[in-house]
């Protein structure tokens, strides 16, 4: 027996039994909503993990997954050109001027936060699910669009036509207590339903059942499916 061989089954073993673990949570949180689960996306967060994680998860039967940045997903892509039903999103800022490089890995980015990047998007030419990430607390480090600013640029958007809007997205500050994220779930939510809006990419590894309660249509689970990032 390779030795080889034995520590891929092994890590696939303990990826299995997170999944099943996060499956259980979204089914929990569904059920305490009264929402069915396959209303709820997982999307699979990989930044900082290698294409070979990404391919563990694939074999496990999930297909759709997040990246953070163009250029660390650039080197991971080619090597998994063959997974061909797997779709990726961009859920990390993106500056205008890597627009057309996101349009080519990419098949949804959910960090639109400007006109002049939807029009950036737009120009590649080729279809893309968008999202527009909104900015709802005040840190300094975060990125997206202001709540006031919405209307104007949900319009805009609406005007393309290759890039196809889909939902809207938010990054709450980062609590140790889920509950301290539920009013900026709620209040995306409003937001959202106030403009038509159907997606909600809200709730991350140690709040995504709070997210689902308020109506997250796309978790995105890193850690509790991959285990720690090292930090980089
Ligand atoms: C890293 C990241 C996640 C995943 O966070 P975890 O806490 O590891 O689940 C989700 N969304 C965004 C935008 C991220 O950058």
Excluded at 64 to 76: A, C, H, I, S
Excluded at 142 to 162: T, Y
Excluded at 205 to 214: K, R, T, V
């Amino acid at each position: 027996m390779g030795g080889n061989a034995e520590v891929v089954a092994s890590n696939l073993g303990a990826m299995a039994g997170r999944l099943a673990r996060i499956r259980e949570r979204i089914e929990g949180a569904c059920a305490r909503a009264g929402r069915q689960s396959s209303e709820v996306q997982l999307l699979a967060v990989t930044k900082v993990f290698p294409a070979s994680s990404i391919r563990e998860a694939y074999e496990l039967g999930l297909r759709d997954f997040g990246e953070n940045y163009v250029q660390e997903f650039e080197g991971k892509a080619p090597e998994l050109a063959d997974l061909q039903d797997a779709r990726f999103h961009l859920i990390g800022h993106l500056q205008s001027n890597k627009a057309k490089k996101a349009c080519e890995l990419f098949h949804a980015v959910q960090t639109v936060d400007s006109a002049k990047l939807a029009r950036r998007l737009e120009d590649c030419g080729t279809p893309l699910e968008v999202m527009i990430e909104v900015k709802l607390s005040h840190e300094e480090s975060k990125h997206g669009a202001d709540p006031a600013d919405l209307p104007a640029l949900v319009e805009a958007v609406r005007g393309c036509r290759n890039a196809r809007l889909t939902g809207l997205m938010t990054v709450p500050p980062w609590s140790e207590n889920p509950e301290d994220s539920r009013p900026y779930f709620a209040q995306l939510r409003g937001l959202a339903e106030r403009l038509g809006l159907r997606g909600l990419s809200m709730g991350m590894s140690n709040d995504f059942e709070a997210a689902i309660e308020e109506g997250a249509t796309c978790v995105r689970v890193g850690t509790a499916l991959f285990g720690r990032r090292k930090k980089v």
